[in-house]
């Protein structure tokens, strides 16, 4: 009776351990506790807000050669950290999106379909064996979009890349840009020269993956349907176009300004005269809670060199070249982005009583200055008479940033010449600013070369990627602009970090105190060679020897610390991953354990009472 008992006990628990389950899956399955420091395994509001937008079924096709992966052990680990992010995405689709995970095998249809897709596998050994790591998707329509290869090193953008294809199928249609231009970015006659200038690359460049259309300066409305407006030194705008850039950007419209306090390219600049030349949108920037002033930034640190006046080469203070210390690498605009070149820059700030969101995208240097764009104008034909002159100002100056947020209208009333009853009073803004428009022309990013006739060009920065990048970024959806560059799975282990920082120190101090000796021993050794015998051979008195005897004493004895020095190194490192073994291993599986024990045995009393 008593194994009867027991038999229907157990099955009982069965049973409520499986509709448990069903339960979970059935009611509880999007509930997830991400306990990573940047969640990384779960997705951002933004890109469950854009899943909720998809109107039509999608297809996500996950290529990763599980067999040939075998013994790359960080590849696999971040193809399940892949998985199981496209697995969150199929999940909160609300059906929308049908997940496929393949393995593409040499010779299978599975390695034919990724081929179709325009996947092409790593080669991985000598053997040809080849890896697929990538993502192909298509809609309704058949179109697709992919992703070729899954770069670890580009993790902190995983998220990104993923709603951006998503979106991408969902929105085929091509980024509608509209350019307003206070340049001649067109090309055409120099009036200086009088001879044919060419279309700036980064126009050509622009053209040739969207839609773009040129809006003229004095036009008094924005084209319908754009998705990204682009401005370009703005300056002599009237009110009827301000008025329309502002109702554009707080109805929703994205929009990037390239503003600057002395363009270089502007003819009035070109023939040397000294009037204003600077960008000109105040009005709008005061409401958007931007301030730029007239000023120029200078950089003593990222000044690039340039033949001088005089001939020789130096550095031009106002010529200034960025890298990656000087961006955010956490803007998926920045994204494989190493260097940007410009010239004038200007410096950009958040406004007093701002109400909008301010985020620098790219700084200069701390050895930094700004000076009166008249000023600039004077000194920038002698840059030896600017670095002279040079004052740091110990302060790293924005150059570019993000604005977001709400802001209020420019304008209290619409002009005369408006229709008033469709304005807005206010609104969620998207903008891109970027202080400085000299960062588009060629002479900073690229050289062209003739070749059989045909014009070819060769960037050597990365100037025309980011007007590329800002356009991308900004021809998404709003939901899209809020998904960020997220955290890294794989963690440095920091206290090894400086424990190894710190025995380096001493390793270096103690180096440095040998190196000193050694220094004074062959100083001395070398007077001594000077009293040798009469046939040449290195008589040394008692003393003498004494004293060389004890140096080579203490040499023996220092080389003994610095391996004492590098074996405790060693050592702490070792204690450390013993604690964290024995933590992991045995402590919480034993304090897990006991706590068990400990209920069941509460369990019992409770039943026997």
Known sequence: ???????????????????????????????????????????????????????????????????????????RTYAARVQSLLEEYELYSDGKIKLHIIDPEPFSEAEDRAAEFGLTGANINTAGDSLYFGLGGSNALDEREIIAFFDPSKESFLEYDISKMVYQLTNPEPIKVGLISGLNMKGGQNPMTGQQTEQWAVLQQLEQLYQVETIEPTANAILPGTNVLMLVHPKGLSDEMLYAIDQYVLKGGKLVVYADPHAESDMAAMQGQQGPNSSDLNKLFAAWGIQMDAKV???????????????????????IGLTNENINGEDVVFADLESINGASFGALSQAEGATTVFSPMMRTSAHSQQVESFLYVMQSRNPEAMLKSFQSSDAMLTVAARVSGKAKSAFETAPESVDAASMIKEGEIQIIVVADTDILTDQFWVNRQNFF??????????????????????????????????????????????????????????????????????????????????????????EQDEMLQSFIAQKIEIRKELREVRHQLDKDIEILGSKLKFVTIALMPLLLTLMLAFFARRNRRKAII
């Not at 009611?27 to 469950?48: P, V, W």
Request: no cysteine; aromatic share 6%.
């Open 453 to 542: 006739g045909q014009s070819v060009l060769s960037p050597f920065a990365n100037n025309g990627d980011l007007a590329t990048n800002i356009i991308e970024n900004l021809g998404g959806s709003s939901t899209l602009i809020s998904v960020r560059g997220r955290g890294k799975m794989t963690r440095p282990f920091d206290v090894v970090a400086e424990l190894t920082v710190e025995a380096e120190a001493k390793f270096r101090e103690k180096e440095q105190t040998l190196q000193t000796r050694l220094q004074e021993a062959e100083t001395q050794l070398s007077q001594l060679q000077t009293q040798g015998g009469a046939d040449g051979a290195l008589v040394l008195s008692a």
């Open 297 to 319: 930034s200078l950089d003593a640190a990222k000044g690039l060199e340039i033949r001088m006046p005089s001939g020789g080469v130096g550095r031009h203070l106002g010529f």
């Open 1 to 75: 009776m008593k194994n009867v008992s027991n038999s229907i006990g157990l099955l009982a628990i069965a049973l409520l351990f499986v509709g448990s389950v069903l339960l979970n899956n059935v009611l509880f399955d999007r509930a997830r506790i991400d306990l990573t420091e940047n969640s990384i395994y779960s997705i951002s509001d933004g890109t469950k807000e854009l899943l909720t937008q998809l109107d039509e079924p999608i297809n996500l096709y996950f290529f990763f050669s599980n067999k040939n992966s075998e013994g790359i052990t960080s590849v």
